[in-house]
């Protein structure tokens, strides 16, 4: 039977992620000296896969991370799909005790099934599901071979995890992620399983820190 297998992979880490500042959707940072050395140890680890396809988000911390597999001529699309959710009101602000209880309260509302709920001036894990369900169904029909990249953002990868994994959106919190981890899943037909989760070898081996507990919803 047809597999393939798809490395799927959350950005480098920017200013911001190291500020404890918002990200999402609406701030378009670049990668900061940190994320590009974990970029460039990603592509040394993984440089010679013979990836059929780049996907990456709209945004350049996406596209940067994977910049070393574009500039080797590997074909490159771009999904508005593969976003960030968008944090509303609280994109560009530093995170603060009352914002975090704040943000306790979503996540305690999504992890209880009310994923309908969207921050203030933003997305829902449901609103951003219905844009990643084309992304979805093309993973899901496209033809076996070779190994595919994609490289996008926290949130938005957990939601997409819930997705191709078949798990409601109320459990995307149990696919904890640091920056520029991959996850390798093996996809037979439209069935998909985790080979590995969020795994950061690649990061270690090159003595590129990436200590630290899993990142909050804050610092996406």
């Not at 001529?73 to 508005?80: D, F, K, M, S, T």
Request: aromatic fraction near 8%; charge should be neutral; glycine fraction near 8%.
């Amino acid at each position: 039977m047809a597999t393939q297998k798809i490395y799927l992979v959350r950005h480098g880490q920017t200013d911001y992620n190291l500020q404890g500042i918002v990200q999402g959707s609406g701030i378009d940072a670049s990668l900061n000296a940190t994320g590009n050395a974990q970029a460039e140890a990603f592509f040394r680890a993984y440089g010679d896969i013979d990836f059929s396809v780049v996907h990456t988000s709209e945004l350049n911390r996406s596209k940067e991370s994977v910049a070393g597999f574009i500039k080797k001529g590997i074909p490159h699309e771009v999904h508005a799909a593969l976003n960030e959710i968008s944090w509303g009101n609280r994109e560009g602000q530093r995170i603060t005790p009352e914002e975090d209880e704040y943000y306790h309260w979503l996540l305690n509302q999504w992890q209880i099934g009310k994923t309908s709920i969207a921050i203030e001036g933003g997305e829902s894990p449901d609103d951003v599901a219905a844009r990643q369900k084309p992304f979805v169904d093309m993973l899901r029909s496209m033809p076996s071979g070779r190994p595919v990249l994609i490289c996008m953002h926290g949130r938005a990868m957990r939601i997409l995890l819930c997705q191709i994994l078949n798990y409601p959106l109320r459990c995307m919190d149990m696919f904890q992620h640091r920056n520029l981890c991959l996850y390798l899943l093996h996809r037979t037909q439209a069935q998909f399983v985790v080979e590995a989760y969020d795994n950061t070898e690649h990061l270690s081996l090159m003595n590129i820190s990436s200590k630290g507990p899993a990142v909050n919803i804050g610092k996406k």
